[in-house]
């Protein structure tokens, strides 16, 4: 069982929307704080957006106003909204869930999925 399922990728145009969706089984989505994170070819992977279990949320600066993170406990789903779609969004995004509990740290992570943005 994968632990991490993204979908919604696709290729859109400047100033497109799409929407991710990433569901979780298996492991302890309620209390986990999910992320989702970006690889662009030749680049670093980056973390572009994350949720806490109450709901705080976080975003890099390039997509901040433009993507928003949500999530869903009872169907443990995390959702990555994504307007105003630039070129420089272009990567794969992947779904990210760390989980702290008891002073152990554990970590999981989607097979990622292809978002290209044409201009």
């Known amino acids: 069982q994968v632990p991490l399922v993204e979908s919604g990728g696709g290729r859109v145009q400047t100033g497109g929307s799409l929407r991710l969706s990433c569901a979780a089984s298996?492991?302890?989505?309620?209390?986990?704080?999910m992320s989702w994170y970006r690889q662009a070819p030749g680049k670093q992977r980056e973390c572009v957006a994350a949720i806490a279990s109450g709901d705080y949320t976080n975003y890099a600066d390039s997509v901040k106003g433009r993507f928003t993170i949500s999530r869903d406990n009872p169907s443990n789903t995390v959702h990555l909204q994504m307007n105003s779609l630039k070129p420089e969004d272009t990567a794969v995004y992947y779904c990210?869930?760390?989980?702290?509990?008891?002073?152990?740290?554990?970590?999981?992570w989607g097979q990622g999925t292809q978002v290209t943005v044409s201009s």
């Open positions: 298996g492991i302890s989505f309620s209390s986990a704080i």
């Open positions: 990210n869930a760390v989980i702290n509990r008891r002073g152990a740290r554990t970590e999981y």
